[in-house]
């Protein structure tokens, strides 16, 4: 069973920056994607931005939202991904979720972390 585990949320004043962590532990297999969502209150969960397996910076794809301002990175030989926030606006308060899933019918799986909140106060 794979786990995702989201860490370093918190409160900010809008301008300022975040990074969060998604770490996955378990087996899995195949091409997949990670990726950040998030939820405000009375909104639906949107995505953020994702980035496949390889990894690589310019391989990640953002929402128009936070295009320009929040990198997606992802570090294969830990299992982790990150999600750096910059220039942070209130608008950008929810939480924060992880996902993995796998882009390889072979092996399909789709797994979320529990959420960490951020807060940007104006």
């Known amino acids: 069973q794979v786990q995702l585990v989201e860490s370093g949320g918190g409160s900010v004043q809008a301008g300022g920056s975040l990074r969060l962590s998604c770490a996955a532990s378990?087996?899995?297999?195949?091409?997949?994607?990670m990726g950040w969502y998030r939820q405000a209150p009375g909104k639906q969960r949107e995505l953020v931005g994702s980035i496949s397996s390889g990894g690589r910076i310019n391989n990640a794809h953002y929402a128009d939202p936070v295009r320009g301002r929040f990198t997606i990175s992802r570090d294969n030989a830990k299992n982790t991904m990150y999600l750096q926030m910059n220039s942070l606006k209130p608008e950008d308060t929810a939480v924060y979720y992880c996902?993995?899933?796998?882009?390889?019918?072979?092996?399909?799986?789709?797994?979320w972390g529990q959420g960490t909140q951020v807060t940007v106060s104006s």
């Open positions: 378990g087996s899995f297999f195949g091409i997949n994607a």
């Open positions: 996902n993995l899933a796998s882009r390889d019918s072979k092996y399909p799986y789709d797994y």
